[in-house]
């Protein structure tokens, strides 16, 4: 099964991390991908850019409406993403967990509705 793992983290708060931190923080990134690659569950990932450039579009009343931002201000942001194939929950939580930013962000984990 398939399960979606979005990452949240303070956008504001990471954006300060100095560049030789950043460095450590991006290869323990790439080393989680190439652990479940190498697994053969990795389907896909990515990062997202800030919520400065998000736009939410909502449809009321047949019209088409937009607004600069994310859907909603919370203190933590919607950063990226992992899609995995695991066998069931509990392997998908154990993969969330190795993920770098569950360190200091959240990961939610959601299973695919295969459509």
């Known amino acids: 099964m398939q399960y979606l793992m979005m990452l949240y983290a303070d956008e504001a708060g ?4 100095p560049p030789d931190q950043l460095q450590g923080v991006m290869a323990a990134f790439n ?3 190439e652990e479940v690659k190498s ?7 990515n990062r997202l ?4 450039s998000a736009t939410s579009v909502q449809v009321r ?10 859907f909603a201000e919370t203190k933590e942001q919607l950063a990226g993403y ?5 066998k069931d ?7 969330a967990s190795r993920i770098p930013g569950a360190q200091d962000g959240s ?5 695919i509705w295969e459509m």
């Open 14 to 17: 990471f954006a300060k991390v």
């Open 31 to 33: 080393a989680f991908t």
């Open 39 to 45: 697994k053969g569950m990795y389907v896909g990932s």
């Open 49 to 52: 850019r800030p919520v400065s």
């Open 61 to 70: 009343d047949g019209k088409t409406l937009t607004t600069d931002g994310p």
């Open 82 to 86: 992992f899609l995995v194939d695991c």
């Open 89 to 95: 929950l509990d392997e998908a939580i154990d993969i």
């Open 107 to 111: 990961i939610e984990v959601r299973p």
